[in-house]
C-alpha cells in the first residue's frame, strides 16, 4: 500500500496563490506517476496535472500557464504550485499516486484537501 498525505489547502482570494504538497509513503515501486487531481461540487474529479517519474508533465487546458507541478523524487513528494487563482479553481484536491506494474495500472489516492477561491 502506498499512503499519501496532502498539505497546503485553504481559503484565499481570487489572483492570489497556494502550494499544494503530497508525500508518499509505504510501499515503492520503480515507475510511477504522480500528479493532482480536482473535484468541484456537483463536478466528475478531473485531472489538473502530473508528472512522471522522468519529469513529464501533463496539464489541463484551465489550468496551463497559471499552475506548475513538480517533484522531490528522493522525498516521494509532488507539488502543486497554483498562481493567479481564479474563483472556478474552487474544489477538493486530490493526489494521485499512479504506479506501472506488468500488465496493470495501480492508483493510490489521497484524502484530499480543500482549495477555495473567494472573488
Known amino acids: 500500500q502506498v499512503q499519501l498525505v496532502e498539505s497546503g489547502g485553504g481559503l484565499v482570494q481570487s489572483g492570489g496563490s497556494l502550494r499544494l504538497s503530497c508525500a508518499a509513503s509505504?510501499?515503492?515501486?520503480?515507475?510511477?506517476?504522480m500528479g493532482w487531481y480536482r473535484q468541484a461540487p456537483g463536478k466528475q474529479r478531473e485531472l489538473v496535472a502530473d508528472?512522471?517519474?522522468?519529469?513529464?508533465?501533463n496539464y489541463a487546458d484551465s489550468v496551463k500557464g497559471r499552475f506548475t507541478i513538480s517533484r522531490d523524487n528522493a522525498k516521494n513528494t509532488v507539488y502543486l504550485q497554483m498562481n493567479s487563482l481564479k474563483p472556478e479553481d474552487t474544489a477538493v484536491y486530490y493526489c494521485?499516486?499512479?504506479?506501472?506494474?506488468?500488465?496493470?495500472?495501480?492508483?493510490?489516492w489521497g484524502q484530499g484537501t480543500q482549495v477555495t477561491v473567494s472573488s
Open positions: 494521485n499516486y499512479r504506479a506501472s506494474v506488468p500488465g496493470s495500472t495501480r492508483n493510490y
Open positions: 509505504g510501499r515503492t515501486f520503480s515507475s510511477y506517476a
Open positions: 508528472i512522471t517519474s522522468g519529469g513529464s508533465t
